[in-house]
T-cell receptor
């Protein structure tokens, strides 16, 4: 049973550096979501893909953030010129399409610390 | 817009006892889904139970059950026979028709005391 996987699990970076995270969804899931979770809060939606198309982006996703899902499989989330406010857990989730798209399965997250 | 409110930041329960976590929500959609997710310390989010708004019957999954009050927009989670492994953050979440994102509440930290 292969669930959603994310890499790396932890990332420490200095302010101003670029970072990239990877998410591998459950293989038959064509929808993929990115969320951000800060300490003591629930996850907040960032963006979502259906296959390779990025269909929705939150206002939280500033122009320093970019997400891709080439070939509709794994996805990457890049943050350029990191700021201390970017420190958070970045969660990836995936779901089936159509009538089952409401049920999202989450990965373990990537914890980013910007120093 | 959709909102989810959890008014209990922290709760505790004795092992083997029953505890109820509260959640209220708001959406203008008629078709939506409600969820409770569990997030153990330093571990990933796990779906505990889901409720489809058009179903009147309350969902049940083993020791976990919900009390879904559609008119009041209330969705509480009852955990029976609490176990130490139930210690976690619990998030109430909403997915409205037409929206692909899930909106989460701020969570309730549950501590099960031996």
């Amino acid at each position: 049973d292969t669930g959603v996987s994310q890499d790396p699990r932890h990332k420490i970076t200095k302010r101003g550096q670029n970072v990239t995270f990877r998410c591998d969804p459950i293989s038959e899931h064509n929808r993929l979501y990115w969320y951000r979770q800060t300490l003591g809060q629930g996850p907040e939606f960032l963006t979502y893909f259906q296959n390779e198309a990025q269909l929705e982006k939150s206002r939280l996703l500033s122009d320093r953030f970019s997400a891709e899902r080439p070939k509709g499989s794994f996805s990457t989330l890049e943050i350029q010129r990191t700021e201390q406010g970017d420190s958070a857990m970045y969660l990836c989730a995936s779901s089936l399409g159509g009538g089952r798209s409401y049920e999202q399965y989450f990965g373990p997250g990537t914890r980013l610390t910007v120093t | 817009a959709q909102t989810v409110t959890q008014s209990q930041p922290e709760m505790s329960v004795q092992e083997a006892e029953t505890v109820t976590l509260s959640c209220t929500y708001d959406t203008s959609e008629s078709n939506y889904y409600l969820f409770w997710y569990k997030q153990p310390p330093s571990r990933q989010m796990i779906l505990v139970i889901r409720q489809e708004a058009y179903k009147q019957q309350n969902a049940t999954e083993n020791r976990f059950s919900v009390n879904f009050q559609k008119a009041a927009k209330s969705f509480s989670l009852k955990i029976s026979d609490s176990q130490l492994g139930d210690t976690a953050m619990y998030f109430c979440a909403l997915n409205s028709g037409g929206y692909q994102k899930v909106t989460f509440g701020t969570g309730t930290k549950l501590q099960v005391i031996p």
